[in-house]
């Protein structure tokens, strides 16, 4: 069973710097595009990022260029997503995704939440 | 930069069969994934590449897509069907969702 469980969520204030972690377990990880996507409350999906199998490869919606970055250590079986000059609009439930570029979202986490404020 | 456009919301009485369109520029030639997202659940796949239904997923849902509008159709709606439902896909290095539907079950 594939399994997704984010971490690293919580309060912190505009300009603030939060690492996000998912732990995977139940597929081959290091063979699988893994992206992170984020939901504000009330609001719709927004994707965030993207990283190939090999981690050689990452995409990033407009939104974040240039100040998040995602990676991965596949032996770990661990994604992470480094989030920095955070932004009240950042705030929302980021959720951990098997697949993403050209796959379909096959698989997701329940999420975990950030909340930017001061 | 590319687009998805959905309708806020779509009504449909229980029985009948509900569609959900997504419109992008020349949508017809991608490829189309769709989720359904219940309240305080995460999303769930429902039909991948425009038409195809993971195990699983009634055969109620299916998927098309022609020329710039890509459609989620859902047939014989129960009210187990309300849910946001949003459609998605990858252009030009970008994954994209739509901003999503909410389907009313009346």
């Known amino acids: 069973e594939v399994q997704l469980l984010e971490s690293g969520g919580g309060l912190v204030q505009p300009g603030g710097s939060l690492r996000l972690s998912c732990a995977a377990s139940?597929?081959?990880?290091?063979?699988?595009?893994m992206s992170w996507v984020r939901q504000a409350p009330g609001k719709g999906l927004e994707w965030v990022s993207a990283?190939?199998?090999?981690?050689?490869?990452?995409e990033y919606a407009d939104s974040v260029q240039g100040r998040f970055v995602i990676s991965r250590d596949n032996s770990k079986n661990m994604l992470y997503l480094q989030m920095n000059s955070l932004r009240v609009d950042d705030g929302a439930k980021y959720y951990c995704v098997k697949g993403g570029m050209v796959s379909p979202a096959w698989a997701w986490g329940q999420g975990t939440l950030v909340t930017v404020s001061s | 930069s590319y687009v998805l456009t959905q309708p806020p919301s779509v009504s449909v009485a229980p029985g009948n069969t509900a569609s959900i369109p997504c419109g992008g520029n020349n949508i017809g030639s991608k490829s189309v994934h769709w989720y359904q997202q219940k309240p305080g659940q995460a999303p769930v796949v429902v039909v991948y590449?425009?038409?195809d239904r993971p195990s699983g997923i009634p055969e109620r849902f299916s998927g098309s897509s022609s020329g710039d509008t890509a459609a989620l159709t859902i047939s014989r709606v129960e009210a187990g069907d309300e849910a946001d439902y949003y459609c998605h896909v990858w252009d030009r290095s970008s994954d994209l969702f739509g901003g999503g539907t909410k389907l009313t079950v009346l």
């Open positions: 139940g597929f081959s990880f290091g063979t699988y595009i």
């Open positions: 990283i190939s199998g090999s981690g050689g490869s990452t």
């Open positions: 590449d425009t038409s």
